[in-house]
């Protein structure tokens, strides 16, 4: 039998076969357990992999017919409609382009006046579902993992969380005005994370090396929320060439990775 290390690290040339890596790994995992419940991640890192999943969808490879998904994290104050929230992110990259059922798909409620009582039920509605068994996620530059900002609890749960400043000002971006990026948001918890199946955890880029390198091999800390997925049963990273530059044992998971494509080719 072979064993991966505590994570299993896998290292592909560029953003696009991240990407095409991290649709195929979603696609194999939906074919078989075509219910799948997923955690669905926002972000510039993840629109790759959306595209990659819509194509292999409409080439007939893919049904997401009897799938579930639960939002990773939303902004406060931003309705639903508004082209920076991120449940217009997910419909408008993947869950419209594909044969997701609308009732299927959970989202987290950013304008709500009681956000402790709506995410207390948005935790019933995951154990109801029977658990989440894939969640996908990019890494903040901070080692955030949805909207889990440094000294989060390793234990959280859906949660109403204060932005850090660098999570801000990475965001910025995505805004007309610097003024207008959300303080605060709703976010699935660390906790939450931690009890799903699976982990696939997504980085590209030299400006995620140093934090791909904390999180995958670094000590385990609140600061560095990311990190405790070290922890996880189950964690696969998908990196490229420019985010590994600052992993240690690289050669070690290149060497795992060759051992485990040898298996299966005999």
């Known amino acids: 039998m072979l064993y991966y290390c505590a994570v299993r690290v896998i290292l592909v040339r560029d953003y696009d076969q991240v990407s095409v890596r991290a649709a195929q790994f979603v696609a194999d995992e939906i074919k078989k357990n075509p219910s799948l419940v997923l955690g669905l991640p926002t972000g510039s890192t993840p629109v790759g992999m959306y595209k990659e999943l819509v194509k ?10 009897k799938a579930s998904a639960f939002q990773l994290d939303e902004y406060v104050g931003l309705a639903p409609d508004h082209p920076q929230s991120y449940q217009f992110f997910l419909k408008d990259h993947f869950l419209d382009n594909v044969d997701f059922p609308a ?13 402790p009582k709506t995410c207390d039920i948005y935790e019933t509605s995951i154990r109801k579902s029977g658990g989440l068994g894939l969640v996908i996620l990019g890494i903040g530059r901070d080692g955030h993992i949805a909207f889990n900002e440094p000294g989060s609890s390793l234990s959280s749960r859906t949660r109403l969380k204060t932005l850090d400043h660098t999570t ?31 982990v696939l955890l997504l980085a590209s880029g030299r400006n995620k090396a140093q934090v791909v390198s904390d999180v995958v091999e670094g000590p385990m800390t609140a600061m560095v929320t990311g990190s405790i997925l070290q922890m996880h ?19 070690y998971y290149t060497k795992v990775e060759e051992m485990w494509d040898e298996k299966l080719s005999v």
């Open 56 to 65: 292999l969808f409409q080439s007939g490879t893919i049904s997401f017919k």
């Open 103 to 115: 009732s299927n798909a959970h989202f987290l409620d950013g304008m709500s006046q009681d956000i």
């Open 168 to 198: 801000i000002r990475d965001n910025a971006r995505f805004f007309d005005q610097p003024e207008d990026v959300p303080k605060f948001a709703v976010t699935m918890g660390v906790g939450t994370i931690m009890d799903s199946k699976m």
């Open 233 to 251: 049963p189950k964690v696969t990273v998908i990196i490229d060439g420019e985010a590994a530059t600052r992993l240690r044992r690289l050669d």
